[in-house]
């Protein structure tokens, strides 16, 4: 029996980081139950157009844009809208919560986890509390109806979604704590992604530019906040 006492021991020392590790992770939690653009428009979780900036190399949230064609659920509760919503685009965004305009956008992200984190949730019912009263955006847009948008969508079929590396380079070319965008496109049969630093001349640099367009065409959103949205 006393030979057992060292291999107590020894599995109460290992036991305690495995515990460690358990911890909730706020941040990862908030990007799945709120910035998942998935969540955007319950009756299609593949959106036409999905945008995500996440600030620095830590993944801190900063914003999610989603777009739709067609109707979407809140048209029923419109006669007129639901006869005619079959070509419109609509946008719905997230975005942390700032108050003023940051030096940098991922102040947004670190400024909303730090807020979440301080109330230490342990579940996912606990951080959706958090989010409630976290002042988050929740906006949409008709794309149609804003004339920036639709100059930059113009430009859609000209996007590069290939990184332009240059594997003759004798030196790699280095970004260190670079904000990164993670922009899918979706059409029948076909979906095109990019996912990286903000490039010039890329699709995440287009995705960047074409998420500025849309300011001033934003309006408090009628759907259910994305994080109280039930996943079927």
């Given at each position: 029996m006393l030979?057992?006492?060292?291999?107590v021991a020894l599995f109460l020392v290992t036991a305690a980081p495995a515990q460690e590790t358990l911890r909730y992770d706020v941040a990862e939690r908030t990007r799945a139950l709120a910035f998942d653009p998935g969540r955007f428009f319950p009756e299609r979780p593949r959106p036409a157009i999905a945008i995500r900036y996440l600030g620095d190399d830590v993944d801190m949230p900063v914003y999610t844009i989603a777009i739709r064609k067609g109707c979407v659920d809140t048209d029923q509760d419109d006669s007129e809208a639901s006869l005619n919503c079959g070509q419109r685009l609509i946008a719905r965004m997230l975005r942390a919560p700032f108050p003023g305009t940051p030096d940098r956008p991922r102040q947004r992200g670190y400024r909303l986890i730090g807020t979440l984190a301080q109330a230490r949730p342990d579940s996912d019912d606990a951080l959706r509390r958090g989010?409630?009263?976290?002042g988050l955006e929740w906006v949409e847009a008709d794309v149609r109806q804003c004339p920036?948008?639709?100059?930059q969508l113009a430009r859609l079929p000209e996007l590069r979604f290939a990184a332009g590396v240059d594997f003759d380079r004798r030196l790699s070319e280095?970004?260190?704590h670079a904000d990164t965008i993670?922009?899918?496109l979706e059409e029948f049969n076909l979906r095109v992604s990019y996912d990286g630093w903000l490039k010039p001349g890329t699709a995440g640099a287009w995705?960047?530019?074409?998420a500025k367009a849309l300011e001033g065409c934003w309006k408090p959103a009628t759907a259910p906040v994305p994080w109280r949205v039930v996943v079927k």
């Open positions: 030979r057992l006492v060292p291999l989010l409630d009263g976290a920036k948008a639709m100059a280095i970004v260190l993670r922009f899918d995705a960047s530019d074409f």
